[in-house]
Structures are given as C-alpha cells and as structure tokens.
C-alpha cells in the first residue's frame, strides 16, 4: 500500500506562494491520474487539480491561472506551486490520487493565507 507524506505548507500573506509536495513511499508511475485535494473547515474535500501520466492537467475554477500541477515520476512526488495565494485557499490540502481505489490518505499539510 503506497503511502502518503505531503510538506510545504505554512502562514502566507495574501499575494504570497508556496509550493507542496507530496511523496509517495511507492511508485506512481502506473497511477494514471494523481490530484491535489483540500478541505477548508466545515467544508467538504474538494479536487483543486490533477495531472495525468502523461502530465495533462485540470484545475478547478478557483485555482486556474495561480496553481501548477506537476509530478517527478522518478521521484515518486507531485508538486502543487500555488501562487497569487488567496485567504479562501486557506485549508489542509492532501494529494491523492483521482479515482478509485484511493491510497490511505496523508496527514496533509496546512496552507493559511492571512495578513
């Protein structure tokens, strides 16, 4: 069962970046579609973006323009740059990957956004 370890999140100010990575602790090169999700409080999980094997990617409304997907396959890692950060992208975002069966969720990594 691959595993999940997500890193890079922290406190940034309106207009700031950060970037996430997620390693997984097996090979996600068969995973034909890998995703970043997040979940603010009190609100469900929800799909931000997803990058597929051969790097396609999709973005929800609120993220299109400001985050980039990617994945290091050799590395095992995804990558999420988020970029032009907003206080409504404050959440815990997890990576995972899109479909089902779903590997056993990450502990995921704090973003807040806020002066």
């Known amino acids: 069962q691959v595993q999940l370890v997500e890193s890079g999140g922290g406190l940034v100010q309106p207009g700031g970046s950060l970037r996430l990575s997620c390693a997984a602790s097996g090979s996600i090169f068969s995973i034909p579609i890998m995703g970043w999700y997040r979940q603010a409080p009190g609100k469900q999980r929800e799909l931000v973006a997803d990058?597929?094997?051969?790097?396609?990617?999709n973005y929800g409304d609120s993220v299109k323009g400001r985050f980039t997907i990617s994945r290091d396959n050799a590395k095992n890692t995804v990558y999420l740059q988020m970029n032009s950060l907003k206080p409504e992208d404050t959440a815990v975002y997890y990576c995972n990957r899109v479909g089902v069966p779903k590997f056993v969720w990450g502990q995921g990594t704090q973003v807040t956004v806020s002066s």
């Open positions: 990058i597929s094997s051969s790097s396609r990617t």
